[in-house]
């Protein structure tokens, strides 16, 4: 026998890597107890507003690949273009069209790459939304900002500067968030010598997963089916002793509110102020409110608290967001993080690779 013998104790695996350090970053710090969130040595909350380009800048910068031209929204190759004619023919959802669009691009190296996938996902997004609604696609526009021409062209009309600021303030909080599952996958990519474009496409699939990228939709689903504040409570119980889990609540790492739900109900905040929707906006406060006191009830000691999904789904709802594409909005914002994770992978050069313990049977 060559594995333990049964008398040696069975080595400790660490499931879902909780707790493990799979690697050192310049990008972003996550303080869960704290609640807070830098990217690229500056607060959330400072980076905020400022336009999206920014923040791309700065994370590239940070993983050493400074440089770089602003980033912008990119037409896209004539092969791309074919292939969501066709995935939006055949009804693929949106992140299989992301997945299968990403893996059209190519570049000759890492700069390029970077590049052509942060500036291709929001056309890569909007093309296949239009065209699956039966409208004709529409190029970016080279006189909009990245966020302003993700949302000309998914409407075709030009957006109002407090909505791109409302997209800008989203992209950026969901910009980079530590080693996530879907960071981890691209990382993991580009350890084995892989190009920029595999690691993306890899990442993009880890990402629509529900306990990762792909809550927000649900999130606001619950608060439609809710309805009123008053039937806020029965229903959540109800949803809790089913043993069912409330989508845009609880997190691996954060262990007090995310700040980055702060940052977006804020921008919510004003949105709705703006477009005059306020009651969706307090219906979601007093959903909140009571999720947060029900998952003390039936999960007590577990800190249990408000996630980034909760006010995403309500401030690109305000944006005029199907919720089809909450979880692609959101691709488009990790980009910036998960091509900067390539960057700083591929400098320290290291495969990634841990082991396994086999527990099935052994030869008689
Ligand atoms: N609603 C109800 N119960 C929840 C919950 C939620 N949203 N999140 C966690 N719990 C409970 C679990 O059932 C578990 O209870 P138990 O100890 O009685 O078995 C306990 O809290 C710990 O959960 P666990 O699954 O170990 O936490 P995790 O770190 O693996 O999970 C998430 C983190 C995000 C996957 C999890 O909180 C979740 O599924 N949230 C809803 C989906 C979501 O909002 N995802 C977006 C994340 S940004």
Sequence with gaps: ???????????????????????????????????ELIVAGKRLEELAGRPFEHTVALLWKAAGASGAAPVRAAALPDLTLALLRDAAAAGAGSMDALRMAIGTL??????????????????????????????????????????ANYL???????????????????????????????????????????????AVTGAVGALKGPLH?????????????????????????????????????????????????????????????????ARLYELARAVEAAALRLLEEHKPGRRLATNVEFYTALLLHGLGLDTALFTPTFAIGRMAGWTAHCFEQRASGRLIRPQSVYVGALPA
């Design 106 to 147: 190519t570049a000759a190296e890492d700069a390029e790459a970077a590049h052509l996938l942060v500036g291709s996902c929001p056309t890569i997004v909007a093309t296949h939304a239009r065209l699956a609604a039966g409208s004709e696609p529409l190029a970016p526009r080279p006189d909009l900002g990245f966020a």
């Design 152 to 198: 000309y062209m998914l409407s075709g009309a030009e957006p109002h500067p407090e909505q791109v600021r409302g997209l800008d303030t989203y992209l950026n909080t969901v910009a980079d968030h530590g080693l996530n599952a879907s960071t981890f996958t691209a990382r993991t990519i580009v350890s084995t010598g892989a190009d920029f474009v595999s």
């Design 1 to 35: 026998m060559t594995m333990q013998s049964q008398a040696q104790p069975a080595p400790r695996v660490h499931e879902g890597l909780e707790g493990v350090l799979a690697a050192a970053t310049r990008l972003s710090l996550v303080d869960g107890e704290r609640g």
């Design 213 to 277: 990228g792909g809550a927000p939709g649900p999130a606001l689903d619950m608060v439609f089916e809710i309805g009123e504040a008053s039937r806020a409570d029965r229903y959540l119980r109800r949803k809790l002793e089913r043993g069912e889990r409330l989508m845009g609540f609880g997190h691996r790492i954060y262990k007090v509110r995310d700040p980055r739900a702060d940052v977006l109900e804020a921008a919510a905040a004003r949105m709705f102020a703006r477009t005059g929707d």
